[in-house]
C-alpha cells in the first residue's frame, strides 16, 4: 500500500467540515485504500473491512450512510459499472504509478448511486432507474421507465410543457429566434437529469446565442443535450451550466460527433507521457549539442 501525505487544505476545507467526525474519518482512511487511480469496491462489507476492521460497533448499513455522506458534501462519487458499486475520490491529483486502475472509471456508461436531488449538501445529478415498483402511471404490460427520479416519498412532477412547436417542423413558426430549438433541447435534457428547469436570463440567452455561433445552427441542440448528459467530473461538480456549455463548445463537438469523450484520467496520462517526451527530446538536444550524437 502506498504512503499517502495529508496537505494543510484539509483544515479549512468547507467540505470536510461539515463531514461528521466519522464520515471524516472514514475519508482518511480511504485515502490510504484507494489505488492509484483514487477508486476503491464501494460494497459497505468491503469498506468497513478495510477502513474500520477494529471497529464492531460499525455494521454495513452504517458504513453506507457515511459513503453516502461524503459523497453529499462533494468529497467522493459512487457509481455502478456492470454488477458491482465503486468509489472515486474527487479531486484526486495523485500521480499513478501502475498502467491502469484495478476497477472501472466513472464514465457516461455508469449509473451515479445515492443521489438526492434535494440535499442541499450535495451538487450531484439525479441518475437512478425508475423500477416497476414505484408509482408511476404505466400499464402493466408496458416496460420500466428509466431516467430522473427523486427519493422514495417525494412526488414526481411532470415534464414542463412545451408551449412552441420545434422550429424543424413543416409548420414552425418563422418568427421563432435562432436560439428556441437549442434551448429546448438543453431544458428537456436539464430537466430529465436534475428534476427543474434550469434559470433562464440575459446572461443565459447570450451565452446561447455565442454558443450557436461558434458551433452552427444544426448541430447546436445535439451538442447541448449531449453536454448535459455528460459525466465529466467538472460539469457534474457545476451541475451543467450554459456557462460551461459555451467554454468548451468546440471539445463537446468534437465529442459528440465522434462518440468520444476525454476523461480525466486520460488528460492526465497524455501530459504525463507528453512531459516525459520533452524531458527526453531535452537530452537529445544536449548530446547532438556537445558532438556526442
Known amino acids: 500500500m502506498p504512503t499517502r501525505y495529508l496537505k494543510p487544505g484539509i483544515c479549512d476545507s ?14 482518511y482512511r480511504l485515502l490510504v485504500n484507494v489505488d492509484d487511480y483514487g477508486r476503491l469496491d464501494a460494497r459497505p462489507a468491503i469498506i468497513r473491512s478495510k477502513c474500520f476492521p477494529l471497529k464492531d460497533s460499525i455494521d454495513n448499513k452504517k458504513t453506507l ?21 465503486y468509489l472515486q475520490m474527487q479531486k484526486w491529483d495523485n500521480i499513478p504509478r501502475s498502467k491502469e486502475s484495478k476497477f472501472p472509471e466513472f464514465n457516461t456508461d455508469c449509473i451515479q448511486m445515492y443521489t438526492d436531488a434535494f440535499n442541499s449538501n450535495t451538487n450531484l445529478p439525479v441518475t437512478v432507474t425508475v423500477t416497476e415498483t414505484e408509482t408511476v402511471n404505466r400499464k402493466p404490460e408496458q416496460k420500466p421507465q428509466t431516467g430522473t427520479v427523486f427519493p422514495e416519498g417525494v412526488k414526481i412532477s411532470p415534464p414542463p410543457p412545451q408551449k412552441i412547436k420545434s422550429i424543424s417542423s413543416k409548420n414552425s413558426n ?13 431544458s428537456n435534457a436539464y430537466f430529465s437529469r436534475y428534476g427543474t428547469e434550469p434559470v433562464r436570463n440575459a446572461t443565459v440567452n447570450a451565452q446561447i ?55 480525466n484520467t486520460q488528460a492526465r496520462q497524455a501530459d504525463k507521457k507528453q512531459s516525459n517526451a520533452n524531458v527526453f527530446n531535452q537530452l537529445i538536444d544536449e548530446y547532438r549539442n556537445k558532438g556526442k550524437i
Open 174 to 186: 418563422k418568427d421563432l429566434s435562432p436560439s428556441h430549438e437549442t434551448w429546448a433541447a438543453y
Open 65 to 85: 450512510d457515511l459513503l453516502v455522506e461524503l459523497q453529499n458534501y462533494g468529497l467522493i462519487i459512487i457509481y455502478k459499472s456492470g454488477d458491482y458499486v
Open 14 to 27: 468547507e467540505a470536510i467540515n461539515k463531514c461528521s467526525p466519522l464520515a471524516e474519518i472514514l475519508f
Open 209 to 263: 446565442s455565442s454558443f450557436i455561433k461558434r458551433i452552427g445552427f444544426d448541430e447546436s441542440p445535439h451538442v447541448a443535450s449531449f453536454f448535459v448528459h455528460h459525466n465529466n467530473q467538472f460539469y457534474v461538480q457545476k451541475m451543467h451550466t450554459v456557462g460551461l456549455l459555451l467554454a468548451d463548445a468546440e471539445k463537446l463537438r468534437t465529442e459528440w460527433a465522434t462518440k468520444k469523450t476525454v476523461t
